[in-house]
Every structure is written in structure tokens, then in C-alpha cells.
């Protein structure tokens, strides 16, 4: 398969966008991208998306996308995997480069969430869990990682406040990133006395009910060597799926797709943990970030939460976690997550993060992840 | 990239199979292609889903399915592209196994659509076409089609009568598919004496509500030629879009989009139409399939209804198409058809294909299409 590198990106700033439809959203994003990376056309699009239907009563977006940019009649694919739906378009973008199947692709992530109500939209969130064994029964996804949190505590010892100090971080990151929803500072007393949503859960535990779209370019790298801008290689990429239900984990603090997605992906970079210098994790709630941080080998098990306290992952710290502000305060639609989680690390590599800057950054990673771990997709960027 | 091949097809009986959840519908197909295939695990399954969310209040269909085969923590992968998602998964399957990413994959399609009423179901349908700028005045997919068939009756001189000997044909062909949900025969009189839906398209010129699911398993021809089945190989695959909403188009008897993805998969596949001896089309409704044989360069613009008045398609024309039933009498769960298109195909080459079976055809070709022609996939298979 051929090497490949992102040469282009575009994020709009996310948030309630009740102007603009989800067509302006992701074009907007897209042409960015296109701008960015000095292309006059793309020969395919992908485009993930985890409710077209319930959140915007619209499939078929791989067509209206590709029309709406005005480059049909390329190719324009849809793909899903709940909230990992991003990471999915950029690894199916990925393969259809490194095969040979298409030059410049287009990978994207759409999702507009906030034109429905509020309990319309939990339901639309809940169908990445599993409807006839999980949500049948009353729970929607703060409750099933309500479940983690509290099994972790229990096992680990993980206290309330290193939960809250997840989130702290995130949005003193967050605040320095512009295109954030929430770029506001927090601190451990305010989560702590917000409204409690799943105990132990409170609200600014969550992330946030976000519209937004993202999109990168990608090439073989050959043809990024002949452009302007630094060179950024997507060295791995990783997938794999555990059982959608949480009650059919023989342990719900371990997040064994992404232990296994990882572990793939660092034997196909060649890398271990210790060489990662940036990392955007999938931090949808704030136990998620402290049970992914494990099952990447960043940290031993159990001791995620006592390594974010001792500021391990802060972006002073030596292994900077979620620079962007992660979904946490940067926001989550979730189809496009994992696409702008791909844009904060290639903007880390090529030394544009402004002043969330990890200095000298040359390896990054990037986990997105389904439902409450069904699915796990991590890759690997490189500059060279 | 690697060559490809079909190693193993399953399929259950499609109709309104209400005893039945979607995933049991799903992995009663996925383990009988595993079983034909002779293989005892795969590498990796792409599902085609159009709308999971509208239909069975379920996404992430990949990490669930992948769970139910007992299979994770396999990639799973659903794609969607409306009605054409069945056709884009069996795509996504044949690119994987083709750039060496995965060597045994399963290529699978999904749909339950008849545990929602009627006309939520209309609407879960409606979402394949442009939600802002068509269905928001009011017109679902009948009503689209109507305008498609009352412009070529028009422009062409195609009959009511000719509509409905394209029924007429399908369900001649259905008649003789055990796994058809309607394998009755009809006549002309009957489908013009059906209800009225869109003038001039009566009921028995659609195509059903269905729930079916359909699966295959491909390798590389090199591992194929190791098996016991004869070899099936992909010879092409061929993706194009074109501007979802028909009153964008320059002509809307055309369907631009299938006459782009099979001029890419007639060159990619060193074939000319006159060369195929078997073709599943996407009649989603009569009209269809008289605009897709045009677009498929079969016959010449304008002259499909009359080819089909002449017997040209029929079983024992020179040309079979839809020799299953077609959308029309087989059913239409619309994830599945375009990966049951392919089942067909396969096992017309393999000479599998029963009472129906097209003599000593060695090479087949499917369409598949999504809402008005918004995005067309076209693949080309060749017995060796």
C-alpha cells in the first residue's frame, strides 16, 4: 500500500448553529480544507455521520456532499461507527489513498444535532448502544458511563475530583482554542457542585450536544512532497469492535477495542506509547479520557485518574492530552470528532497549534471511539 | 491492487418477517455465506444500512453485528448511500480485500423496515432525497418517479403498458426465486388495474417494503483458486454521483450517475454492454429499470420501453435482467439489495441459479442506485 499524508484542513468554529444548515456547515469545512491544502479538485469524499436520519432527517449524504461542493459526480461515501464515525471516514480515506483507489480524497465528518429536542437527541445518541438490550431497559449513555465511573472508583480508587480534573483541563485547553464551543476556564469546585446528570456525573462531566463538520485533504505522499506545507504522515491506522453491550464486558473499566486498535496501530508505526508527544483522545465523558489513557499504555491500569492529577497529561505536561480542548470543551458533533481530532494533531505537527503549541511535537495520535467502546479506531501521524 | 473473488453468498427468505429481529434476519445470512464460503472466520464485514436510526432505532450496526457473529473485535464497518448502501458495502469489501488491507471479508446489507407504520416508513425513505429542496414541498419517492415516467413517456413515447411488462418480467423471473417475497406471477391488465400512487405508476410498478438481509465473503482470487467453488472474480467497481435532487438535473430521464460508474467499470473490466450475459438492475420502481438499461448503454436512449415490449430482458431474451425478481418481486430492504444483486450474479456464473438460470453466462454485471440516481455503483463479475 502507498504512503500517505494529510495536506489540507478546515474546521469551523462548532457550537449551537442555528443559522446555518448542515449542508453550509460541512461545506464550509470542506472548502477550507481544499483551501488549505492548494488542490483544485478531490477525486472521492467520505463523510461520517452517525444519525443523518434522527438528527437532521437526511441520508444520503455521500451525494448531497459531493453535489453541494460542486465536484459531483466523484464518489461520495457515507461511513458509520456511532461517535467513531469520524475516525471511520478518515481511515476508509486513508485506505482508498494507500490503495491506490483514488489520489486526493476528502475526509470528512458532519453531524448537526441541535434541531432537535433535547430528549430526541439522547434517543438519537442512544441508538449507538445497543436498543434491545441496553436502552429497552431505561439507560441512555451518561448512565452506561455513570457505570464505568463508579466501577472504576470502586476498583482503582479514582475519586469525584480527579474525574473533575478531566474536565478542568480540557477547557483550560479549550480556552485557548477559537474554534471551541465551551472556550471557557472551569475549575474542580464548579463540576463538582454542577447539576448532577448520572452519579457520579455531573453535567460538566459531559461533553456537550454540538453542531459541527471537519474535513482533511489526504495524498499519497509523493504528491505532498511537491507542496508547500510540512509534510505530515499518517503512519497507522487501527480498528477493532468489542461487545456493544456494556453488560457483556467481562470488565467495564477496560476499554479493550481501543487497547487492541492501539496495539495495531503502534506494531504498524513501529511506535510505543512513550513516543507519542500529542494525543486527542475520545473524551465524550470524563472517566472515558481516564479509561482510554489505559488502554493506550500511557498509563497503568487503574492509574489514569491519579495521573491526571499529578498533570501527567496537561499541556505542560509530559504526555499533553486533548490540546484542542477535547469533545469535552471543543465540542462533539459526533460524526465529526474524529475528523477534527486528525486536524489538532496535524496542526500540532506542523507547528500551527498557536498557544496550545506542544513544542516540537513529531509523533501524534488520535482515538475515536463508538458507543461505550463497541468500536475503537486509533491512527498514527508522522512528520517528517 | 489484488484481484478478487467471491468465495461464499447467503441469503434468507425476504418479506415482513416480524418474529425475526434485525440482527437474528442479519446473522442467518452472514453465517450461511460463512458455511458456502467453507471458511471458518473473516478478517473483517461491511454492512450496508440506509437509514438504522429511522427504521430500528439502531446505529452502529458494525461493532453490533461484528459482536452478534461473535466475530470482534473484527472491524465492522457500515456504509450507507441510501438505497445504493448494499452495493457501496460489497464496494468497500472488494477495496479492502483489494489493497491487502484484509484478506477474508464479509461484504453484508441490512434492512427491517416493517416495524414502523406506513408512512414513517415513507419518510424514512423520503430521506434519500432532499430533504430542504424536494420532500419539504411534499414529494416522496413515487411521486419522483412519476415525474421521471411521465417525462419519458413524453419525450419517447414509452407506454403505461411497457411500465408494467417490466412488473410483469420481474415477477415472471420472482415466480421462480424461493427466497422472493412475492413470487407470484401478474399481467399487464393486473398492474393496470392496481391502485394508483403516482400517475401513471400504480402499485404493482413499485417496489415493496421488505425486511432482508444479505451477505458474501471475498478473498484474494489467489486464495480462491485453493477452494472448491469455480472462481467468481470482481472485475470492476465503479462508483458515481450525481446532484440529489432531481430539478437540478439537465434531464430527467437520464440517470447520469449509472451511466458514469459503468462507463468506469466497463473500461476498468475490458467490457463492452454487449458482452454481459446476466444483469440485476435497480428497479425500485418500472420506470427504473427502463432509464438504467439506457444508462447502461443496453439499448439505445429512448428505446427501453420497446426493448422490454420485445422481450429483450426476459429470462429467455438476449439480454436477462433482473433474472432474481428484481427489486420489484424479490423485495427491496434497501441496505441488502444491492448486496442480493451480486448473490445473483454469482450464482447465475456459478450455475447455481436453478429454473431461472441464464445458460452458459460467464460474465454479469449489477446496478445499484441510490434515491433518484443521487449516486450509482456498477460492479462487473467474470467467471473464470
Request: overall charge negative.
Amino acid at each position: 500500500m502507498r504512503d500517505v499524508a494529510v495536506i489540507g484542513v478546515g474546521m469551523n468554529r462548532w457550537g449551537e448553529l442555528w443559522e446555518k444548515s448542515h449542508r453550509q456547515i460541512w461545506t464550509e469545512a470542506a472548502i477550507e480544507a481544499i483551501a488549505d491544502a492548494g488542490v483544485d479538485h478531490v477525486d472521492a469524499l467520505y463523510v461520517g455521520c452517525m444519525s443523518g436520519g434522527l438528527f437532521m432527517g437526511q441520508e444520503h449524504l455521500g451525494a448531497l456532499l459531493a453535489d453541494q461542493l460542486g465536484m459531483g459526480p466523484i464518489p461520495g461515501t457515507r461511513v458509520e461507527s456511532a461517535c467513531a464515525s469520524g475516525g471511520l471516514a478518515f481511515r476508509q480515506a486513508y485506505l482508498a489513498v494507500a490503495s491506490g483507489e483514488h489520489d486526493i480524497v476528502l475526509a470528512s465528518g458532519l453531524e448537526k444535532m441541535t434541531d432537535v429536542d433535547g430528549g430526541a437527541a439522547t434517543y438519537a445518541l442512544s441508538t449507538a448502544a445497543d436498543q434491545e438490550y441496553e436502552c429497552y431497559h431505561g439507560i441512555t449513555f451518561p448512565g452506561l458511563y455513570a457505570l464505568m465511573a463508579r466501577a472504576h472508583m470502586e476498583k482503582y480508587g479514582t475519586t469525584r475530583e480527579q474525574l473533575a480534573m478531566v474536565a478542568v483541563k480540557n477547557h483550560d485547553n479549550g480556552s485557548l482554542n477559537p474554534l471551541a464551543q465551551y472556550p471557557f476556564k472551569t475549575c474542580v469546585e464548579a463540576v463538582l457542585s454542577s447539576v448532577m446528570v448520572a452519579d457520579p456525573l455531573h453535567i460538566l462531566d459531559c461533553s456537550p450536544i454540538t453542531d459541527g463538520a471537519a474535513a482533511l485533504i489526504l495524498c499519497p505522499v509523493e504528491l505532498a512532497k511537491k507542496l508547500k506545507k510540512p509534510v505530515v504522515r499518517i503512519t497507522a491506522s487501527g480498528m477493532a469492535t468489542d461487545t456493544i453491550a456494556l453488560s457483556s464486558r467481562r470488565e467495564i473499566t477496560w476499554i479493550e477495542s481501543t487497547y487492541l486498535a492501539a496495539k495495531k496501530a503502534y506494531a504498524m508505526a513501529g511506535k510505543k506509547p512513550e513516543d507519542i508527544n500529542v494525543i486527542e483522545v475520545h473524551d465524550c465523558f470524563t472517566i472515558a479520557e481516564i479509561c482510554v489513557m489505559e488502554a493506550l499504555g500511557l498509563v497503568e491500569k487503574g492509574k489514569g485518574g491519579k495521573a491526571v492529577e499529578e498533570g501527567l497529561t496537561s499541556l505542560q505536561g509530559k504526555i499533553p492530552i486533548n490540546t484542542s480542548g477535547g469533545l469535552k470543551a471543543k465540542g462533539h458533533p459526533v460524526g465529526a470528532t474524529g475528523v477534527a481530532q486528525a486536524i489538532e494533531v496535524v496542526k500540532q505537527l506542523r507547528e500551527e497549534a498557536g498557544p496550545r503549541q506542544v513544542k516540537g511535537a513529531r509523533v501524534g495520535l488520535t482515538q475515536n471511539m463508538g458507543g461505550s467502546g463497541g468500536s475503537s479506531i486509533v491512527h498514527i501521524f508522522e512528520r517528517s
